[in-house]
């Protein structure tokens, strides 16, 4: 059975399902180049192109700009013409299927486990309408799963946006999981209705005081290392809902971003070196509290059901520095941290769910290549070949490039499926350079204070990390304290905490170059991060190969792209 599914949202995906397997991924952003696009026509282009073959159910999902049931708009309405023009089908929207539980069905298929409890913690889940007038959406979900798609919702929390209307009639929506929602009908819920927040906003405050767009929390964590942690922070939360007082929703575009209350007039972008302290210390807030109510959660849940698999999605589960909390505090709980938490992973979410529905299958089909974007092989063709020439090159040579101090970006097959580069696009230096870090943000146009991730030989894992009891971490999704031999030894990928977001490596190009970086230098680690440049989206193409290369410029500590499979370097 063949299930097409796709995402109408931020950060929009296309996903073919086929019998336990995924076919083809696609997220949009890597084809127009837009980062975080919302509309996946080129993805179903590209998708359609393959001839696959034929489709058995194609079925989108929309939480962020969903309409009231019953009710489409110009989007998709453009989606339905375009979707039985190019596949002579009828585009279904799975009701039954909401926003949080793709984010949990993605997480809990790719797992591995046969029973788990799954957390989403997310910004914004779908939207409930209230006589027709949206009153508010999901902010945090738990969910007790099993096979082939049992997904009993333990716990619901509701942020309400409409502030002329800030109550929600809990009865309407405990009305619509009892009779509305077939995946629901097992039990109703426990559902929080709290005010405007949610944990996402409560750390969204910080974001945007250093007036960053509202899906770069990333940054907010990496600075957060620099604020104090003097033990006198306020508490954000009581009895597991936001204190209101303390935020403030200002007007921003099409959306409502939050804020500390009265700080409006610190807003500012150019966080430098003399007035950061404001700002990573708001950082250090919000992180510390956020992911202290996000482990009350899980501890509550863990405790009343005895389950000891968890699973952590949603776009929060990104948070690496909570992650590592997490695993702390519950040295027992089993946890599997998705790579694809954010809206990513919501088409492949969609796509495993409704083919266990239309199947009943019960079987585990784990599979790494869940985690890689689908990518044809093409002849290389290098343009203008005579402005950029290709050198054969071997691995040793790509290794004395980086003895020499300069940046390798490697090109390595299929990219990654997620927003973390984990060797087949990524840009790749010596950690033991003490000026690694402010060169390699400098060539991607970062901010100064934004960390880099460091890659290892699995092997050596233990012997420079504190792995709290893991023997790898392959998806960069946990921040690992570093040994003191480390911090020396490696300055350029050991945050200013002391801290260290890596990925253990055990196969392939990157574990191949890894080995004879170490042979030569006996340093088993190397810095890795994204192959792209600050604000966009990830390398997909040759061609956008290429294009970086001409966007970096002449820099002195550039040293080319090395394509894997051609075994060539192109300066």
């Known amino acids: 059975m063949r299930v097409l599914a796709f995402n109408v949202s931020h950060d929009s995906s296309v996903c073919s399902y086929v019998d336990g397997q995924i076919e083809f991924y696609c997220k949009e952003e890597r084809l127009t180049r837009e980062k975080r696009d919302d509309c996946p026509f080129k993805a179903l282009d590209l998708y359609h192109q393959q001839n696959f073959g034929p489709i058995d159910h194609i079925l989108y999902h929309c939480p962020s700009s969903m309409p009231p049931e019953g009710v489409l708009n110009d989007v ?70 099993s096979y082939p798609h049992r997904f009993i919702p333990l716990y619901k929390s509701f942020q309400v946006q409409d502030r002329a209307n800030r109550f929600i009639d809990k009865s ?182 409704k083919y266990r529905f239309a199947t009943g299958d019960k079987k585990i089909h784990k599979q790494k290549d869940n985690f890689y974007h689908y990518y044809k092989k093409s002849n290389m063709v290098i343009w203008p070949s005579n402005h950029w020439p290709k050198e054969d090159k071997t691995i040793n040579d790509v290794v004395d490039i980086l003895k020499d101090q300069k940046v390798v970006a490697i090109f390595d097959g299929a990219p990654e499926a997620g927003p973390r580069a984990l060797g087949h696009r990524s840009l790749l230096f010596d950690p033991r350079n003490k000026d690694g870090k402010d060169l390699v943000n400098t060539l991607k146009k970062r901010e100064w204070y934004r960390p880099f991730a460091g890659v290892i030989l699995e092997d050596y894992f233990l012997e420079y990390f504190e792995t709290l009891g893991l023997s790898s971490s392959e998806y960069m999704t946990i921040n690992f304290d570093c040994k003191v031999q480390t911090r020396d030894y490696v300055p350029s990928i050991v945050h200013v905490d002391n801290t260290c977001r890596i990925q253990t490596v055990n196969s392939g190009f990157l574990f191949d170059l890894l080995k004879e970086f170490y042979n030569q230098t006996g340093c088993p680690m190397l810095l890795n991060t994204s192959f792209n440049l600050a604000g966009d989206p990830l390398i997909q193409s040759e061609y956008d190969a290429i294009e970086f290369i001409d966007k970096v410029g002449d820099q002195p500590v550039f040293g080319g792209v090395y394509f894997v499979d051609e075994n060539c370097l192109v300066t």
């Open 172 to 353: 309407n929506i405990e009305n619509y999981y009892k009779g509305k929602c077939s995946l629901y009908n097992e039990r109703t819920p426990k559902i929080s209705i709290s005010n405007e927040f949610g944990i996402v906003r409560v750390y969204e405050a910080a974001t945007t005081l250093m007036n960053q767009d509202l899906l770069e929390n990333g940054k907010t964590m990496g600075l957060s290392s620099y604020g104090n942690d003097d033990g006198d922070y306020p508490s954000l939360f009581l009895d597991g809902v936001p204190i209101s007082s303390y935020f403030d929703i200002i007007s921003h575009s099409s959306d409502e971003p939050t804020i500390f209350d009265g700080y409006v007039r610190h807003i500012i972008r150019d966080i430098n070196q003399d007035n950061y302290q404001l700002y990573a210390d708001k950082a250090k807030h919000v992180q510390l509290e956020t992911q202290k109510e996000s482990l009350r959660l899980i501890e509550e849940y863990v405790n009343k059901t005895g389950i000891q698999n968890v699973c952590i999605t949603g776009g929060y589960g990104l948070n690496v520095v909570a992650n590592n909390y997490y695993i702390k505090n519950l040295p027992n709980v089993n946890f599997y941290f998705d790579p694809l938490a954010d809206d990513s992973g919501v088409s492949i979410g969609a796509a495993m769910l």
């Open 76 to 145: 998709f309405k453009i989606l339905e013409k375009y979707i039985s023009k190019k596949f002579d089908k009828k585009l279904n929207k799975f009701d039954d299927m909401r926003h949080h539980q793709c984010h949990a069905s993605s997480a809990f298929y790719n797992s591995g486990f046969s029973t788990a409890l799954v957390f989403v913690i997310d910004r914004n889940g779908s939207m409930f309408f209230n006589d027709d007038r949206y009153i508010g959406r999901e902010s945090e979900s738990v969910y007790k799963v």
